[in-house]
């Protein structure tokens, strides 16, 4: 909207009237949105949405890797059938292009650093496994039928109003809750963190580049953190008398812990010239800023684990 383009946002259909964030936006903003309620699993929904549209941004997903544990057969439904109602309708209507979100999981473990979009990809999750798969999908349409599809794969975003299964948020609220133990599990793992402002500039800049047409680009800084490096620095920028504790069943399986992600952005700025505009340390202090006003901590329940 802010670009001068009709926005067209699909929410998940609920009995509310709920839209999520998109709640939180000024009244001038909302009132010209147009707000599709519907499900992603529902192809006809989803084609009914589409129908218009020039430039599709596919974002809907599940995403949480513990409930992909207990209920992989809903991330079958959601991201690949999903994924594939998107692709169809596209097709149908000749949309002039569609963005599939990937995630920097597919990769795995990395068997070499950075991580470059030739790297093997791995399904060390069902989570994953169903991310291959539809990224998989969208480019057979692109070979196929010559769907113009870019697949854009973002490393891990953060940022204000980022879902409370996430590490960072789950520390920030812990923290601003008054806890002075930490839980959280795994410390060494390293991540390749984006600001929410860099990724949605990294979608827009792939949108916009023809030359990114049937290409998957990494969005990612190119720097790497651990997990606990991460923890340390919130606990600094909120109560340095702090401390970590492991809880148990925070803990990913041996085999399905993704130990190390560090993305390769040489692709998207050759294609486009992003580079991120954000660190780390002036991310996470605009991040615990929006978590501390009051009307937006008050949303997340600190006191659980949210899978």
């Not at 496994?129 to 975003?157: C, H, M, Q, W, Y």
């Not at 800049?205 to 190119?222: H, K, M, Q």
Request: hydrophobic share 40%; net charge negative.
């Amino acid at each position: 909207m802010d670009r001068g383009c009709d926005v067209r946002a699909f929410v998940y259909y609920n009995s509310f009237n709920s839209w999520g964030w998109l709640d939180t936006l000024p009244p001038e903003k909302a009132r010209g949105l147009d707000v599709f309620a519907g499900d992603i699993r529902d192809p006809n929904g989803v084609a009914k949405a589409m129908e218009g549209c020039d430039v599709v941004f596919h974002l809907a997903a599940l995403i949480a890797i513990p409930f992909s544990y207990h209920s992989p057969d809903s991330y079958v439904d959601t991201n690949i059938k999903g994924t594939l109602n998107v692709l169809q309708a596209a097709r149908r209507f000749g949309t002039e292009r569609v963005v599939v979100t990937s995630t920097s999981e597919v990769y795995g473990t990395a068997q070499y650093a950075p991580i470059d979009e030739r790297h093997p990809f791995q399904g060390q999750s069902p989570y994953s496994a169903t991310k291959i798969g539809a990224d998989r999908l969208a480019e057979s349409f692109f070979r196929s039928f010559e769907t113009p599809v870019t697949i854009a794969r973002p490393f891990n975003t953060y940022g204000p109003r980022q879902s409370a299964r996430a590490v960072i948020p789950t520390v920030i609220t812990q923290l601003l809750s008054g806890e002075t133990r930490l839980r959280l599990g795994s410390l060494s793992p390293t991540r390749d963190f984006n600001f929410v402002a860099d990724t949605v500039e990294g979608f827009i800049a792939l949108a916009e580049c023809d030359s990114a047409l049937g290409e998957e680009v990494n969005i990612a800084t190119g720097v790497e953190h651990t997990i606990g490096d991460v923890a340390n620095l919130l606990i600094a920028e909120i109560n340095p008398a702090a401390t970590i504790m492991t809880d148990e069943q925070r803990l990913r399986p041996d085999a399905s812990e993704v130990f190390r992600l560090i993305g390769d952005n040489k692709k998207i700025t050759e294609l486009t010239g992003w580079r991120p505009a954000h660190d780390l340390r002036s991310g996470i202090k605009k991040t615990v800023d929006w978590f501390k006003e009051k009307e937006n901590i008050s949303r997340y329940k600190a006191w659980l684990y949210n899978l």
